[in-house]
């Protein structure tokens, strides 16, 4: 998009803007920070948001499905709650404030106000690229989050949650982390708002793997039936690091997720899983780009899309694999239950290769439940509303076995999983 | 307990009629045979005998101890008692075998106005049943028929109908696949449950199942109705002669 | 396999580096002058002798195309093309539309004997060809010669130049115009809608099986001209028929644009068959020269049971922008779309297809064979698409690369809509290399590394292969193996 001319803004964008306008003088920040926060903001007024003209916004029309913005309230305040897998470390930052209370050992954390204030943060504060709305959003209204830095060689009994809450309002927050060599983690990257009243979130999640890192990362996002959440994580695996990505969508009503990786070593090897639960008249994108830079990486890609009501589901995935990225091994596939006649799905699965010596392949579906499995379930004598909730369910719960050595956490999720079918099948 | 009155069906999205009126009555404790050539519409009457959708019933009726079973969907005809054993039974990644067995057999308890099981009482069932039918326990940890042999197939169907304990069991082709030593498993699984108030279909192509399976009456299945019916030396003579001769003997 | 061996005979006997179409015809030319305005697109309109209603329609869209912008979306680079460099109308002279052959001029009947098309209408049924298909045969901006003419009328089937059947069958052809590719549907569908100057034009009526297949073979000579042809198939009620379409240009130094429109209409239980056979001028190995495909084809299912199946084997053109597409308005439509697509030196290829089911119980099929060597670019770019009202909509998608060479890319871009739960798709994609234990086979069979690429490719596109008509399936195969010479070592 190269549109120089000023459009004229709709109501969200002049709310985006006003928030910024609003706190000049109160956003953390040094000088370098500053500006760049001014350029970002500037680019919000000048392109706006992204419109399905612009090909990685193609189905969630940023500008048209963003109606409106709640302004930010600063005595908002958000209860701490307990973690998804009973007795996992929890760093909190609730409506944008860290709270550094309980920091296990092998772990450095401080918050992310810090890093703004003494321009550290500068650098990763740039967007990705032209149509990086979320980095734009978050880049220009950031606040806090925490800069989290975990051991080399350092190990963890327990899943640390990293909680982020807000009741309503804004919250933009941020988390570099970086995991030393042969360190190794489950870590719940959670995203909840703690009552119905709207909030509009930002969040910046950027994860850098060391040689031989092993991270598990799971991404629960449950925010309320009002929320608009914009999140993203940047990720870089180093050598032989090997990433077990995973995304949870039970919430929201307005969500992009998005997931930008790099295989930056040779050996590295990302599992990316993810299970979008669509109810009512949600809109949920999960984009995924990856790119295999160097030769001998691997990753594999599972997406399983559940669509109910009116809901809408997005899944744009692109794998790339760099000229002389030899070796790489890819497979990425995305499966849709669509379980109402008013409910939609877009799936865009790219593969964009400039290696020959390469195996990559994506598969799609889209489909209602399988009916002779259905049948096979009456037939038992299981009633038909049962063998169809034990069908979804069955569908997703799949691929959260994977984690099965970790079964506190495999309960969680599926507990998080059972909650939300429950309430919305 | 089974009667079926001059039953016509066809293929619900084609309209294309597979059962063209067709009469069988199967009594309490009896075991019933039926065959017939591939095409003669054998599958498709253990499908509309359970209720599935995709087929349409256009005249006649299906009377279950009594009552017409037409309006009855699948899983409450299950809950009354009538099991099909598949031909192929199908796979259900996600859904762990155990889950499945306690799931169908609670809400057919609950159909009928019976309590739940306790786990305790189902998992002794279970084991029971899986050992008399050579089942692995781990097997039943696995997803439903996910990775089964042919073999583990069929032997977990006969696993179900022994715990859901139905009143008309339907074998569809429960012998194709089969070796000889799990044919002989099969066969002293179904024998195990014959009673006097339990009825048996067993449809089939060969005769080979019914010699472990003797069964009191066989019917001959072709182009949709039964245009033979007698005792097991009919079995053998169709082994013998194959279906050329009754088939014209009908025509 | 007799047909590989044949694509084995073929590469043996063929120069690297050679395209044989390549030869240019000195004939005598009327040309328009070079650049586009309203008088341009009165003098094309006057030249052919054109309705006034046909004249209004193309100064419709022109002005509906100087608001437009080149689209930009689709992986390929070229610099800007200058729309007033090019002469919109270029005909042998003499030639204001088709006669019959004896009145042809020899020249340009020795052009389609070089380049292996039969005209002759005696000759093919003396049973000197192998089987009998009429041509349009289209040289620059006009049909020059259409054959078997009267036989296909006693059929009831009419098969002219586009021309010609706006001055013979003007009804039919204000009907269907225009009505699945609009004027404005895209920057280069408007542009040929403005300057289009000829193509074909069928008809086949209710309940008619055409007699024989019908081909138009379009021939770019003259330099710096554009060739824009349009070309409508109507298939009545009932009604088959089975089209195919061939190119070449020769070889020169600057780009040459083709824009064409092929607009076809399948009623109550018609059935299209449209196979293409693709191989412009590529460029040379330096990447100079070569035609810009950038076309516009679609399909439209209207009727009830209609089936419309698209056939493409695209081995030429420097950049080729194509998505023979279908849209599935029927109850019980069927679309198809099975492509080769190759690649090689400096080509770009964005190509795929669209299947837009909107009645209930369609289904569609899509099998997309990629093959990129050399530095080429070749995309897959393809839309599966349920509307709220496509009831049980079917597609099945499997879309394979293959990468010979570590210079150049390969890429899938699907985007799959749903929009009705009793929809139903698959889409599959792989991209790999060509297998080293095949490969290694072939070698140790005494097979040279060439002809056993030759011989791989065309077992990786077999299942398109098989969709051509026999006679057009010999020569796709020859043109691969051709296309994909000197992509080793």
Redesign the interface.
Known sequence: MNMQQAIKMTAAETALVDAYTAQIGDLPGDGAVLSLRDMLVDELKTAGLPTRRVESWHYTDLRTLLRAVPSADPSAFADRVDPIVPGSSVLSVRNGQADLKSVPEGIAARSYTESLIDGSAVAGLAVLGADDAIGRINGGLVRGGLEITIAEGAEFQAPIEIQVAQSHGQAHTRFPISFGAGSKATVIERHLSTNAEASFVSSVSDVTLAEGADVIWIIVQQQGPADTHLGQIRFDLGKSAKLHLFVINAGGKLVRQELHGRASGEGADLTLRGINLLGGESHTDVTFTLTHAVPHTTSSEIIRNVIFDRARGVFQGKILVAKDAQKTDAKMACNTLLLSDEADMSAKPELEIFADDVQCGHGATVADIDHTQLFYMLARGIPEKKARAMLVNAFVAEIVEELEDDEALVEALEGVISAWLEKHA | MLEIKNLHARIAEDGTEIIRGLDLTVKAGEVAAIMGPNGSGKSTLSYIL?????YEVTEGDILYNGESILEL???E???KGI??A?QY???????ATMQ?LK???N??RK?RGEDELTTPEFMRRVKEAAAELKIAPEMLRR?LNVGFSGGEKKRAEIL?MAL?EPKLCILDETDSGLDIDALKVVADGVNALRSPDRAVVVITHYQRLLNYIVPDSVHVLYKGQVIKSGDKSLAHELEANGYADIIEAAA | MPAVQETIDQVRQIDVDQYKYGFETKIEMDKAPKGLSEDIIRLISSKKNEPEWMLEWRLEAYRRWLTMDEPSWARVKYPKIDFNEIHYYAAPKGTTGPKSLEEVDPELLKVYEKLGIPLKEQEILAGVEKSKIAVDAVFDSVSVVTTFKEELKKAGVIFMSISEAMREHPDLVRKYLGTVVPQSDNFYATLNSAVFTDGSFVYVPKGVRCPMELSTYFRINERNTGQFERTLIIADEGAYVSYLEGCTAPQRDENQLHAAVVELIALDDAEIKYSTVQNWYPGDKHGKGGIYNFVTKRGDCRGKNSKISWTQVETGSAITWKYPSCILRGDGSRGEFYSIAVSNGHQQVDSGTKMIHLGKNTSSRIISKGIAAGVSDNTYRGQVSAHRKAENARNFTQCDSLLIGDKCGAHTVPYIEAKNSTAQFEHEATTSKISEDQLFYCLQRGIPEEQAIALIVNGFVKEVIQELPMEFAVEAQKLIGISLEGSVG
Request: glycine residues 6%; proline residues 10%; aromatic residues 12%.
């Open positions: 359970s209720g599935r959708e995709d969907d699948a899983s005809r299950a809950a099991f099909l598949f039974p199908v796979e259900i990644p996600g859904v499945f799931v169908a057999l809400e057919q159909y997803p179900q859901l």
